[in-house]
């Protein structure tokens, strides 16, 4: 039961980000506007996310794993640990901008 937990915990922690993200593209723009932006944000997450993420990390993997001699496991393992320091600072950045976002609100 406890690996269970420990399995579901980082996928419910990677989610937490959709509800704020959206709320705030809504109250940013104008409510004329509200759809399109909406569906920019959604095209900017796909892409980037879920296009170049996957590449990003097997790019850095074959570069880390053929540049060092250190194979093909070792160049995932620390491809991935590099891209989870992206998210971190993404975290840092999306946790500093809860600062302004209520004088920036149009609504």
């Not at 104008?30 to 996957?54: D, E, K, S």
């Not at 053929?66 to 194979?71: E, K, V, Y």
């Amino acid at each position: 039961m406890f690996a269970l937990f420990m399995f579901a915990f980082p996928p419910v922690l990677n989610t937490l980000w959709y509800g704020p993200s959206y709320a705030a593209v809504q109250g940013l723009v104008q409510p004329q506007t509200r759809a399109t932006a909406a569906a920019v944000l959604l095209f900017l997450v796909n892409l980037i996310g879920l296009g170049l993420g996957p590449l990003g990390v097997g790019a850095v993997s074959d570069l880390i794993g053929n540049t060092f001699g250190l194979g093909p496991a070792e160049g995932v393992r620390w491809s991935l640990l590099i891209f989870v320091l992206f998210g971190a600072v993404a975290s840092a950045l999306f946790w500093m901008a809860r600062g302004s976002i209520r004088e920036e609100m149009v609504s």
